[in-house]
């Protein structure tokens, strides 16, 4: 039995686009920024994305063939994060801003900030009096200041 054609996937709509999803596909934050690789999506099917560089997908977003016949979804994947919470909103909006000097990608919450696992970055939040909790969650850090286009 022959395989599936691998589906290439060139443009990128909003969760809103009515086009029908044919797969889902999972991805971390990371593999959210890649714009040209291979991926499986959780049918199996194999898809290349051949996507506008510094395109950083977002959860719900539907990725459609040359045709925009066919829609894959992106889902983000669970993945390891620290999820960073503090005594009150100011000490949060500290640690924030510390993290920011340090350019690192966040996902920012009224309640939490959430960042990849780092040990030095653990100690640091530490040193703030912040509680640092190991979970395996979808992260969505902040798209950045020049990537709000869509």
Same mark, same amino acid.
């Given at each position: 039995?022959?395989?599936?054609?691998?589906?290439?996937?060139?443009?990128?709509?909003?969760?809103?686009?009515?086009?029908?999803?044919?797969?889902?596909?999972?991805?971390?934050?990371?593999?959210?920024?890649?714009?040209?690789?291979?991926?499986?999506?959780?049918?199996?099917?194999?898809?290349?994305?051949?996507?506008?560089?510094?395109?950083?997908?977002?959860?719900?977003?539907?990725?459609?063939?040359?045709?925009?016949?066919?829609?894959?979804?992106?889902?983000?994947?669970?993945?390891?994060?620290?999820?960073?919470?503090?005594?009150?909103?100011?000490?949060?909006?500290?640690?924030? $801003?510390?993290?920011?000097?340090?350019?690192?990608?966040?996902?920012?919450?009224?309640? $939490?900030?959430?960042?990849?696992?780092?040990?030095?970055?653990?100690?640091?939040?530490?040193?703030?009096?912040?509680?640092?909790?190991?979970?395996?969650?979808?992260?969505?850090?902040?798209?950045?200041?020049?990537?709000?286009?869509?």
């Amino acid at each position: 039995m022959p395989s599936e054609e691998p589906l290439v996937l060139s443009q990128v709509r909003s969760p809103q686009d009515s086009t029908p999803i044919a797969a889902e596909l999972r991805l971390t934050a990371e593999e959210r920024t890649r714009t040209r690789h291979r991926f499986v999506t959780d049918t199996g099917r194999v898809v290349y994305l051949r996507l506008v560089r510094g395109t950083v997908l977002q959860h719900g977003d539907r990725l459609l063939d040359d045709t925009g016949t066919m829609a894959v979804r992106v889902a983000a994947k669970p993945e390891p994060v620290f999820t960073v919470t503090a005594k009150t909103p100011l000490d949060l909006l500290r640690i924030a $801003y510390h993290l920011g000097n340090r350019h690192v990608h966040i996902e920012i919450a009224c309640e $939490y900030l959430r960042l990849s696992p780092d040990p030095v970055l653990k100690t640091l939040l530490e040193g703030f009096n912040a509680e640092v909790r190991e979970e395996v969650v979808p992260f969505q850090p902040e798209r950045g200041a020049y990537n709000h286009h869509r």
